[in-house]
């Protein structure tokens, strides 16, 4: 059973899972897509249709219920609106199935406690998707730091925004499916605080702004106060130029991450700067979500521990949470409620 690959079913037919989570699991040495549900049939069929030479036996289900009572789907990818990934995390972990749900796992920390309960009942994984922490450079560079490498860290600065304006109905921009920038790029710079510092944020000052008529924050900026005098400073948004940007500050130096979240394929440079000396590591490219498929399925075979622990999920609700408490803003915008979806 070690060497079995995991059998997955995605859950959903967002981009992401369309563009990069079916193709990594393809190629993941120890993955088998064996399922795609969507609502609509033909949208499972049209997500499946491309790689259904490489995907022998894959099946287009109608209706999420329907993969979550096949019984040769073993794990589940979820890819639905934000405002859902409760419900059906919980669901998936009732049903037997291990969980990957995209970030953010829950639009409160409350409901994210009540699917680790969950899966923790049923003695499932879980997971929440940030693909970016099994990047060798991630890795590498959180190990620099807790190796004292810069000596005790002062600062974490993290930036993470692009452009959708000209997208009035992408999802990110719905009250009603959980949008807002800090929920989805902003999740990124706030988590790699998180991992920096291994523990929650004592206080924390921020601003929204919400442009007139818009059903969610457009973008964020917060100050995280650690406690001892560290600080995160993290920043996002729905607009302006893509950009993406690490620089962690210790007392003896700082490491800058020039493409921490979405480097794609391509190599990746992590510079370490002491002084006047700078030390420039080297990453060849990866695919970080086929890194991310292998590291669960091997956790799930051999029944060890995930990287990410999934209280690290509730963390990051919470920090979510204080941030818009902080800026004033009314979170969730809009309530909640339970999908009606088969």
Request: proline fraction near 5%; charge should be neutral; include cysteine.
């Given at each position: 059973m070690a060497h079995d690959p995991l059998r997955w079913g995605v859950l959903g037919t967002g981009k992401i899972g369309r563009n990069a989570m079916i193709p990594a699991m393809l190629a993941a040495d120890n993955a088998r897509l064996v399922a795609v549900a969507s609502r609509d049939l033909a949208r499972?069929?049209?997500a499946l249709a491309p790689v259904a030479d490489r995907a022998p036996g894959a099946r287009a289900l109608a209706g999420y219920a329907a993969l979550l009572a096949d019984p040769e789907v073993e794990a589940v990818y979820i890819t639905l609106p934000n405002s859902q990934h409760v419900e059906w995390s919980t669901r998936a972990a009732q049903a037997g199935k291990h969980v990957?749900?995209?970030?953010?796992?829950?639009?409160?920390?409350?409901?994210?406690?009540?699917?680790?309960?969950?899966?923790?009942?049923?003695?499932?994984?879980?997971?929440?998707?940030?693909?970016?922490?099994?990047?060798?450079?991630?890795?590498?560079?959180?190990?620099?730091?807790?190796?004292?490498?810069?000596?005790?860290?002062?600062?974490?600065?993290?930036?993470?925004?692009?452009?959708?304006?000209?997208?009035?109905?992408?999802?990110?921009?719905?009250?009603?499916?959980?949008?807002?920038?800090?929920?989805?790029?902003?999740?990124?710079?706030?988590?790699?605080?998180?991992?920096?510092?291994?523990e929650s944020p004592r206080a924390v000052a921020a601003r929204a702004q919400v442009p007139p008529g818009a059903e969610v924050e457009h973008a964020v900026a917060a100050a995280l106060d650690f406690g001892a005098g560290r600080l995160g400073v993290i920043d996002c948004g729905f607009r302006g130029p893509r950009h993406q940007r690490v620089e962690i500050v210790g007392e003896d130096g700082r490491i800058v991450v020039e493409a921490p979240f979405t480097p794609g394929t391509t190599d990746t440079v992590v510079r370490v700067v002491r002084g006047d000396e700078t030390l420039e590591k080297r990453f060849a490219g990866v695919d970080q979500y086929r890194l991310q498929l292998e590291h669960f399925g091997h956790a799930a075979r051999s029944r060890s521990p995930l990287a990410i622990p999934p209280e690290d999920a509730v963390a990051n609700a919470a920090a979510i949470e204080a941030i818009y408490r902080a800026a004033g803003y009314t979170w969730p915008p809009v309530a909640h409620a339970r999908s009606d979806h088969p």
């Open positions: 499972a069929e049209a990957l749900c995209e970030k953010p796992l829950a639009l409160t920390a409350d409901d994210a406690r009540r699917v680790v309960d969950a899966c923790r009942t049923s003695n499932v994984l879980l997971l929440e998707g940030f693909m970016y922490r099994f990047h060798p450079q991630t890795a590498w560079t959180l190990e620099q730091v807790a190796a004292g490498r810069i000596g005790p860290v002062v600062t974490v600065r993290g930036s993470f925004a692009f452009d959708i304006r000209g997208r009035p109905h992408d999802i990110r921009l719905q009250g009603a499916l959980g949008g807002g920038s800090l929920l989805d790029v902003g999740s990124y710079p706030l988590t790699y605080c998180l991992a920096v510092f291994a």
